[in-house]
T-cell receptor, first 115, second 113 residues
Framework: NAGVMQNPRHLVRRRGQEARLRCSPMKGHSHVYWYRQLPEEGLKFMVY????????ESGMPKERFSAEFPKEGPSILRIQQVVRGDSAAYFCASSLQGVHANEQYFGPGTRLTVT | AQSVTQLGSHVSVSEGALVLLRCNYS??????LFWYVQYPNQGLQLLLK??????LVKGINGFEAEFKKSETSFHLTKPSAHMSDAAEYFCAVRTNTGNQFYFGTGTSLTVIP
């Protein structure tokens, strides 16, 4: 059973470009979470999605960031007009259900560098 | 509101010595507590979790943690450190009223041969 897959693992963008980060959850998981990790910091929650629905986006910046989890295909985190402050590791996690006692399984992350 | 505090951003122990990584949480409702480990350039791997059953929780790789409600703590321990334990460790809390995990800032464990 493959784990959570993220691609690309490393992404370099110039300021003003768009970044698209992909996440395929574990097989059978329909709940996806995105987190951002800045250097020397813990993970910060961004958004929680189920298939075709955004459940909680309280951690998402109001501008330039969006996320989707379509019926078919991976979840996408999209960052428009990237700035240097967007440089970070972005982790996706999935869980079997939204039940709160369930752990989340994390992907290897995408390391975004904005030059 | 929920939050997690990990005391000590860097901890060094000798190989074979006791490992103690501290985690204190703040939660207005009963929490679910987790410890994750992160190796360089990898994602987070679950070590163990507390979900209101036994207060002493055993995890993988010989780690365990004890939930102490009176101290609002969930410290991670291992009796004897191994070189392969060198990594970043994160404590996280979740409640039955929220969707997200709240992570601490992490503790980097170094094991000295």
């Amino acid at each position: 059973n493959a784990g959570v897959m993220q691609n690309p693992r490393h992404l370099v963008r110039r300021r003003g470009q768009e970044a698209r980060l992909r996440c395929s959850p574990m097989k059978g998981h329909s709940h996806v979470y995105w987190y951002r990790q800045l250097p020397e910091e813990g993970l910060k929650f961004m958004v929680y999605l189920q298939k075709e629905n955004i459940i909680d986006e309280s951690g998402m910046p109001k501008e330039r960031f969006s996320a989707e989890f379509p019926k078919e295909g991976p979840s996408i985190l999209r960052i428009q007009q990237v700035v240097r402050g967007d440089s970070a590791a972005y982790f996706c996690a999935s869980s079997l259900q939204g039940v709160h006692a369930n752990e989340q399984y994390f992907g290897p992350g995408t390391r975004l560098t904005v030059t | 509101a929920q939050s997690v505090t990990q005391l000590g951003s860097h901890v060094s122990v000798s190989e074979g010595a006791l490992v103690l990584l501290r985690c204190n949480y703040s939660s207005s409702v009963p929490p679910y507590l987790f410890w994750y480990v992160q190796y360089p350039n990898q994602g987070l791997q679950l070590l163990l979790k507390y979900t209101s059953a036994a207060t002493l929780v055993k995890g993988i790789n010989g780690f365990e943690a004890e939930f102490k409600k009176s101290e609002t703590s969930f410290h991670l321990t291992k009796p004897s450190a191994h070189m392969s334990d060198a990594a970043e460790y994160f404590c996280a809390v979740r409640t039955n009223t929220g969707n997200q995990f709240y992570f601490g800032t992490g503790t980097s464990l170094t094991v000295i041969p």
